[in-house]
Nanobody, 123 residues
């Protein structure tokens, strides 16, 4: 199992930027990524990073506005979110696939989830 701890959520104003962090520990994995879930909506994929080559894959809805990066020293990944709007208000979750690719993670092939961190964007 992989333990995932998200941090960095909070209350921000529309137009602001925010960076979320996800610290990973435990067994090895091939892909790590981010999802979000707004009240009354299904959990949706945002982006993922292949751990061996740092390749990235994003949902079309956030491409160019959200960026995933990694810190090898801390075994952590980040989600940089720019030009936030009220539509980005949601709980944000980190997730891993033990063996799959970023594209597979996008199809909800998730092995472990973090507990999530709340992002609220006000007008």
């Amino acid at each position: 199992q992989v333990q995932l701890v998200e941090s960095g959520g909070g209350l921000v104003q529309s137009g602001d930027s925010l960076r979320l962090s996800c610290a990973a520990s435990g067994r090895p994995f091939t892909t790590i990524g981010w999802f979000r879930q707004a009240p009354g909506k299904e959990r949706s994929f945002l982006g993922a990073l292949g751990w061996s080559d740092s390749s990235t894959y994003y949902a079309d809805s956030v491409k160019g506005r959200f960026t995933i990066s990694r810190d090898n020293n801390k075994n952590a990944v980040y989600l940089q979110m720019d030009s936030l709007t009220t539509e980005d208000t949601a709980a944000y979750y980190c997730a891993v696939s033990h063996w799959g690719s970023p594209q597979a993670l996008a199809l909800m092939n998730v092995d472990d989830w973090g507990r999530g961190t709340q992002v609220t964007v006000y007008p």
